[in-house]
DNA sequence: TTGAAAGCGATACCAT
DNA sequence: ATGGTATCGCTTTCAA
């Protein structure tokens, strides 16, 4: 390995002069410069960031922690990933998708050792063992997602009450009155666990309350042939229903299928909005889906500004941006059927 | 920050005695051994990796490289990840994904520097800057996927052509004798840059040649309403055509609903089977879709051990390991229609 | 403008 | 079984 020492002696320089050349910390005669510069491309020179690290205290990585094992990597991941990776690099910061075990040890021997500067949270349950984890260290981090109570955090988030609102609002328009959420998330009936699932279904129950609405919640695993066990038995169960909102962008191309197999048409007898999806994975039912769509690209570019900010000016006061989805267009919503 | 000398102070015994406890790495006495134990425990000592990397020059993590920006990651990735991230922890290895342009300079910038142990370069081109640059450099990598001509690299990739001509000898046993085989890949007729795609074209050729069959080649890419587009379109294009090779599971369900938007039947009219695809994916087509189901957990753990066994052992055979995809039975193939 | 030298935190060799 | 200490590669203060 070609070292700064070798490259100082290759130029006649001292180490620290190479140093100053590199980071361009300190003015060097230009002379010199060359000198160097020419030192370090002959001898292949490239610096250790492991010593540099060391040296400075910090690494310009940035460790966006992902609980891989227990939650696959998904579409809407590699849209936060790939925005986030971007928008770390036009700052300087490397970002590296670091899987852990969704357990506070393991985020804490990651976290508080100077490997990372700072840490993104993904995948943040509504009561999180990582998050008091992180507090009791020293590592700088923010939330994609939050906890139920999270006030003193940095965090950018889904606002999924407008979201739902606003979905409500659009088949309230087109006079539906029995509505039904399908959840998705971590297991069925763990609220408690899944942020996104626990606060659309609040915002949901809310809605039809105050609007003297009918609505129901279920729950459906994320999966195809889930979904479409899901959807032949759902007219049987809920005769009523004339809306559906879907927070589960996975499992909503199977629902679709189960539902025309179990002869309910989309959106001839239900309407159907899918929650927080993508156009490319609302394509894939047939009809293609109304959706709202997830603000992923902003969230990972938002997410990756909170952390760095967090890490280069720590007593900034703390961001708490919420987004809203925006309404797509597609073909699953219609007026809602005269009652027979 | 805890160091070293902080707990062999409070403990009364050197660094040595407390690195030796931390590492295990020579016997000392049991009594010694609880001293640092308890000091440790009491000022919450936790190893500074950076620290440790640089004396020992390694640091037990492997990087796996991902062109992010270029592709987003996708459901095949996932479980390309997170196999490999299970089994790289069984290995005492940490594997964190690393995103890269597609460019040979970031590659080495990122591999030959001591930050990772060795490299597992995803998204192969069949000629791949980035492995020249990997081979200059001296730091261990491995293959998913692989060059035009892998020989003296060490690699673990899918065996397309056992699989195309595994999905072809399937249904020509059902009567079929016009093919027509859709890639996606990078971009519009880059076949050369595909690995995957180009090597399933030629195995397909090939096929279609020996055993007197008519073949087609298509490209779609890789979304929903471009599959949708293509479907709608592909029988008054290839009118003879009976069955159809998919190698673009993110396509597929909207090549299924556009064909059946123009009236053609799966599989009374067309049999389809998706190459390389997953159970999940190939259910979200209606029918669902016979597939061959991509090897990605078993590949995830193959590539692991491959690089970390070229780490810990240099000298060792170069892996060269090709997996089949195996075929699952859907609802979307059946005997050939009689010709009108 | 440049250099000498003291760290950064941990490892591991050589003594004892 | 322990301890002293040189070393890893780089940064940065202090002097020159």
């Not at 040296?55 to 094992?69: N, S, V």
């Not at 790939?82 to 040890?105: F, H």
């Not at 279904?201 to 999966?223: P, Q």
Request: charged residues 20%.
């Amino acid at each position: 390995m070609v070292t700064m020492r070798d490259v100082a002696a290759r130029a006649n320089v001292s180490v620290a002069t190479v140093s100053f050349v590199v980071n361009g910390s300190k003015p060097i005669s230009s002379a010199t410069t060359a000198r160097v510069e020419q030192a370090m491309r002959e001898l292949g020179y490239r610096r250790n960031p492991v010593g540099a690290a060391l040296a400075r205290g910090r690494t310009k990585i940035i460790g966006m922690l992902y609980p891989a094992l227990q939650r696959p990597l998904s579409g809407t991941v590699g849209g936060f990933f790939t925005s986030a990776t971007a928008r770390a690099r036009e700052r300087g910061y490397q970002l590296v998708l670091w899987p852990i075990s969704n357990d506070s040890d393991e985020t804490m021997a990651l976290a508080d050792t100077g490997l990372v500067d700072g840490v993104l949270l993904m995948e943040v349950q509504l009561n999180d063992s990582r998050v008091p984890a992180l507090i009791a260290g020293r590592t700088p981090f923010a939330l994609i997602g939050r906890t139920a109570e999270p006030e003193g955090l940095a965090y950018v988030d889904v606002d999924f009450a407008a979201t739902v609102s606003s979905a409500v609002a659009t088949l309230t328009d087109l006079g539906h009155r029995e509505f039904c959420l399908v959840t998705g998330g971590t297991r069925a009936g763990r609220f408690e666990a899944h942020g996104p699932a626990e606060r659309s279904r609040s915002s949901f129950l809310t809605n039809m309350e105050s609007a003297g609405l009918r609505g129901s919640v279920r729950y459906c695993s994320e999966d195809s042939s889930e979904g479409r066990a899901f959807g032949r038995t759902f007219r049987d169960e809920h005769p009523e229903t004339t809306a559906l909102l879907l927070l589960n962008e996975h499992a909503a191309p199977g629902i679709v299928i189960g539902l025309r197999d179990a002869g309910v048409r989309v959106p001839g007898d239900l309407s159907i909005i899918s929650l927080g999806s993508s156009s490319h994975m609302a394509g894939m039912a047939d009809p293609a889906l109304t959706f709202m769509r997830s603000p992923a690209d902003e969230l990972g570019r938002l997410g990756v500004d909170t952390i760095i900010d967090r890490i280069e000016n720590p007593e900034a006061e703390l961001a708490a941006v919420l987004l809203p989805c925006e309404m797509v267009p597609g073909q699953s919503i219609a007026e809602a059927p005269s009652r027979g």
